[in-house]
Structure formats: C-alpha cells, structure tokens
C-alpha cells in the first residue's frame, strides 16, 4: 500500500485497522475483473451482542472515511458523524455494534488506485473500474469475516446512501433496516455533468501524468483542488450560500479590482479545494466518481426501481432534504414510493432546511429525531433491548 | 492589438469593424484608473433613421460577440440572436438600427487583456479591472461617437442584461426602452463561486502562466476548457440536461469502466469545452467574471436598488425563464418591483420553459411574442413608424 496523502501521513498508514483478502478470495467486479488482493480498512465502535443482531454498517459519502465516531488519526480531521453515532446518539454506541469501511477505490487504506498493484508499483489507472455494486460486494466481504449473517441497519447519505440501496437490493435477507439519505436511484445527467468537470480538471494538471503521479513522486493537488471545489458548490444550497457568505467581503473594505479571493465566498471555496488535496488521491477522485455515474439501480435490476427491491424484507426510511440540489428530496421520495410499489414497508421523510446536500452532515435537530425513532422502532421489531450491547 | 484567439484566427483581426479613443479621450475606470487608448469593435444592422431616434443596443453575454445576426467572420461561428434581430424579427432590422459592441475586457476586437498595452507588448494581467459599469460607459463613449443621444432601446440577456440595467441607471435620460432578460442586479454567491472555480482552473493550468502566455506563445487551453464546463452546466437546467442526454450512452452499447466519456453528456461538455478555448481568451475570462462578480446595482447607488432607478423615464420589461438556476426567475422579479417601487413604468414576464438560462438564445416562442409586444408598444409611443427606417 503506497497512500497517496501528503508525506506527513504517510508513514501512519500501518496504525489503520484493515482486514486483506488474499488470491484465494478474489471479489469478482461488475466489469468481470477480479480484484486480489484485497485490502479493506474498517472501523468498529460498541460490542457486537451475543446473537450478533445488533450490527449497525454505516456507509460514508464520497470523500469520507472509516472514522465517524472518532478523530481519524492519520489526518487529525474530527469524526464525520459525531451527531449520529456515539454514546447515547441515534446510532448509539452503547447498543449497536457499529462499523463503517473505507470505499473499495478509496485512499484510506481500503485497496484503490494508489495501492500496490501485484508488481509492486501504485495501481494507478490499471486499476479496474469498480461500481457501486463493487463496494457493496467488498463490504459483504468484510461483514462475513466479522461472523455476522444480517445486519441490523445499513445507512448512509449521498453514496452511503447508494450503498444502503444497494446493500437491500442485493441481500435482501440480510439487511433488517435500511436508513438512505440524501441519495438517488439513479445519478443524474447534471451530476454526471459536474463529476466530468471535476474530472477534467485532474486531468488536465500536468502533473497527474496520466494518472502515474505516485511515481513521480508528485500530486495533481491543483486539478483535484479545482475538482473539490466545483462539487463543494452543489453540496450547499443557494439559499445556505447567501445565508453565510452573501456578497460579504474577506478582510479588505473594498473589492481588489483583481483576482485575490476579494469575497467570504472565494476564501471559504479556495480553503475547500486546498485542504482536501492533503487527505485524498486524485486518482480514487475518478474511479469513485465514476462509479457514482454509473449507478442506475433500476438499470441494473431490468428496469424498474420496484423490480429491484421485489425480495425485500427490510424496513426503510428514505430521508430527503428540502433545500438539496445535488439529490434532490424528490428523487428521495421516488425511491420511497418505488419501495412501497415493491411491497416493502418504507417511509419518507423530508426536512425541511436551507443547509443543502450535507444537511445531513451538520445539526438538523428534526433529521436526527426522526432517525432516532426509526431506529428505536427498528430496534424493537428486532428484539434488541436499550441496555448496552442488548 | 495581439488577438489571443487560435492563430488561424489572428490574421483577421483586421476585418472587424471598430473606432478608437485616443489619450484625449481617455476611459476613466471605477477602479479610478484610466484606460487609454480604447478600441471598441461594434457592428450595425438596419439604418439610423433622420431623427435618430431609433436606435437599439444590443448588450451580449459572457462569452458572446457583436456577432448578433450575421456570422462571425473570424470564428465562423453563426449569428447569436438570429431569431431575435434581423428583417421581421422582434427587432426588426428593417425598422431599428441596431448597435452591438464586443464588450470592454473581451477578446473580439475591443480594448482588453490581449490587448497591446502602450508598451506594445500585450496587458495581460497588467490590464485594469472592469466593471459592468466601465463596459457601459465605454458603450456610452460609441454611441455618443455614433451621433445617438438617446437610445429606443437596451436589450441583453445574462451579463448583457447587467449592462442593460446599468444604462437605465447610470443615463436615466438617454435610454426610452429597457429589456434586461434573464440578469440579475447583484450577482449571488454561488455565482461567484462558480466564477472562482473557472479563474482556478484556468489559473491552475501552468500554460497561463501567470497571465503572459500570449508572449511566450501558448494559451491554457485546458484550463479554460474546464473553465468553460463548469459554467455551462449553470446555463441549463437539470429538466434539459434530463430531456436532452439523460443517462444515454455517446458511441456505446456498455460503459467502459474507465474515463472515456461513456455518457453523451460528458462527450457534450467535452465539446462546449474544446471548442470554446480556439475563439476566446483565457484573461478575457477572468476579467468579464470578475466585472460580473462585482456586479451590485443597489450598492453602487447607495444601498437600494429603487434608489438606482429614481430617475428612470425608461419603460421596462423584465424577462425571467422559470428553470434558469443561474439568474432565477425570482431575482428578476424583484428587479421589476424594485422599477415599480421607483415609480417607473415597468412589467415583468415570466416564461414557462425547461430550457434554463440559455432560453434566450434557443426558440423560445413566447418570449419571443412578447417582446415583440414590448417592442412594438414602446416604438409606438415612440413615435417610431413600422416602415422601414422610421
């Protein structure tokens, strides 16, 4: 594993917590390539009960991690989640067994495109095109070795939430409880649209050298700085812009009349781009990205979004936010009614905020009530009690 | 003048229309520089009447020249508004003589970036900044130049319709008729956010060399084909990006699990990207986003946008496109209550239309009707006959 974050971070890698599948466990990919070895980075918080029926997966978003309850050590940035998961939160820790995996084409110690390929050398672009499928595929891996048949809930937002989609249509006898927020069925064109912008602007930083960079001992940071701040934009609403930023100006009482970051908005977006380039590998930029494209889970089930939940046995609740563009809440209410069209009992609920797309990232008390009281539901219909690890 | 267009292009500078200022007529800057000497490139359509009284000043957009409705000789590229301007159109050139000038900052024969400063040697980045005010009043200097005192009518759509305004505003006297059409009078900050992240790529691409790429004889294609992509994803709606391309594949039956552009709405935005970098100018770019940037009606005129038209005489429509995200249809409202809180005569159209922004470039037969209404209307009040020249 050659990590593709800055060199302070670098010689941490081995502190991470991985499990690696070897050449008699190859995960089969969509494309029909088969992947060996496998290395998959995961995280745990609470204990998993006796009955092992308490397993919560929690699946993270497309530049996210395994470390959502707690500081990634290897980068210092705080857990991503810490209003959901932990002691006494919606997902509590006191009573679930909680595991999220780094994202097969990942860079935080899951095998993607900066790992070593069997030659030693970075993968870089002969890594294979995975899919959404794929990760799932790779979790499923992960969750047998962990001894555990059903899961009691898989959840996520965004791609995590592509996951969970996933994960129920794909094993529908081994997820009791499904939680997608902020997501979609289906990426859409104008998504598409903006993942080839990010894309293009790698591409074309002379120094992603067709994606062979780790070689050369350099970084694409400018193109993929470019490409983070082009998707920061449509993961916040106009309304949360102008709520924030508005036209304010960044230290100086009159504009520059040149091309300084004259406005609160333009420091915000630049400090967005310049420290995700540290944390990520542009090349697990593009096969994540990719993969997102290609998710068309009606596609994939001959047609018909209903078609692929025709087995399900899980309970869902399908979170929409009002004010996202990126995945709009009605693109989250198609899939609930999908799901309830597929015989499933599924519910929707659509907060209603002005902080966008990674409303669910942030404080939005009535999102975390209503998660509480699906879970709590959840856990009852599954017999789990509310004492530790019950 | 260096044009910093592709080199086929360059030996035909020569063919534009254009007059200059010299060091008596310098262009004073709101920045408080002056610019000296100022080459505008215009063309005409239609014949001034004896009166001169029927004069119409078309404003264009970002990326638009004073190609309106005949060809552009350089480019190749077809006429912009050929629906809007020419014999029998809703400006009708049999009837209105009707002025475009390639904007102050662009790259179309007018005084900007690639520019030749006194030096001899191109601006570059020593070139001053522009505002939407400083583009208007280098107009002002033309048509003054043109023997036009007042104009019938100033029309444009996006930035053309920020100059639009500005001429209401800053020659409440000399402007009968005002269309401002899908603008804004304060540009948002996810606009301004979606213009940082074009500078960043184009500034990011080592061919741009800190703005003297046209001295060492290259041009950051790349950049400003990202650039480009990025901004046109605003231009459209997400209902169009859906009608149009979908999830449909460009050339294949099944996705290639790589970066190729699998979808036909990657291989579209490829192509807005690659053909935009040959026929403009990467510092043009920085320098007219950057005007639009700046752009804030009511706080250049003391803090209310009522305030900037209290001495309008002008009759106004305002024209709003329901799926344009990028200057919604709400703002443009408002601009229409702020003229009716001014106590000018003023309307507001909305029309009803999946095409986004760039509906006024497209067939758009109700908007089309109704301008052709509000033009018809304000000539005969006029005073201007049907006949031709009248």
């Known amino acids: 594993m050659i990590p593709a974050l800055a060199p302070n971070l670098r010689t941490a890698f081995d502190r991470l917590r991985t499990i690696t599948f070897g050449a ?3 995960l089969l990919l969509s494309s029909g390539q088969r992947l060996s070895p496998l290395t998959i980075a995961y995280e745990t918080y609470g204990e998993l009960n006796a009955d092992r029926s308490n397993a919560v997966l929690v699946c993270h978003a497309l530049t996210g991690d395994q470390f959502l309850a707690a500081p990634n050590p290897l980068t210092g940035r705080p857990a991503w ?36 390929a069997p030659d030693g050398q970075p993968y870089g672009l002969r890594f ?4 959404v499928a794929d990760m799932v595929r ?10 555990i048949d059903t899961l009691f809930c898989v959840i996520g937002g965004s791609l995590g939430g592509m996951q969970a989609l996933q994960w129920a249509a794909a094993y529908p006898k081994r997820v009791f409880a ?3 927020i902020a997501t979609a069925a289906r990426h859409s ?6 993942y080839e912008v990010g894309r293009q602007a790698i591409m074309a930083d002379p120094d992603w050298r067709a994606g062979d960079y780790l070689q050369a001992g350099v970084r694409p940071s400018k193109g993929l700085a470019v490409a983070r701040m082009a998707a920061h934009i449509t993961y916040l609403s106009e309304q949360a812009l102008r709520r924030k930023f508005d036209r304010a100006l960044q230290d100086r009482t009159a504009v520059s009349f040149g091309f300084d970051a004259d406005f609160q908005v333009e420091s915000y977006l ?4 310049t420290s995700f380039v540290d944390r990520f590998d542009a090349n697990s930029y593009l096969y994540i990205t990719r993969a997102i494209d290609y998710f068309d889970l009606a596609a994939d089930f001959g047609g018909g979004l209903a078609q692929a939940f025709k087995d399900a046995a899980t309970r869902f609740c399908v979170f929409g936010f009002s004010s996202d563009w990126h995945y709009p809440a009605a693109g989250n209410k198609e899939i609930a009614r999908a799901l309830i069209a597929a015989g499933a009992e ?3 609920v659509e907060i209603d905020t002005d902080k966008g797309h990674d409303a669910f990232l942030v404080e939005e008390p009535h999102f975390e009530s209503a998660l509480t009281g699906f879970i709590d539901a959840a856990a009852a219909a599954r017999g789990l009690s509310l004492a530790a690890g019950g």
Request: hydrophobic letters at 40%; proline letters at 10%; charged letters at 10%.
């Open 270 to 273: 630049r400090h967005q781009g």
């Open 178 to 180: 499904c939680a997608p």
């Open 346 to 348: 599924a519910s929707y």
């Open 24 to 26: 008699d466990q190859p």
């Open 81 to 116: 989640w810490p209003r959901i998961v932990g002691p006494g939160k919606p997902i509590d820790t006191n009573r679930f067994f909680v595991i999220c995996s780094n994202v097969l084409g990942g860079c935080m110690g899951t095998t993607g495109p900066a790992s070593a």
């Open 189 to 194: 064109a104008q998504n598409i649209a903006f």
């Open 138 to 147: 790779a979790q499923a891996m992960l969750i047998e070795a962990l001894g």
């Open 128 to 131: 294979p095109g995975v899919t």
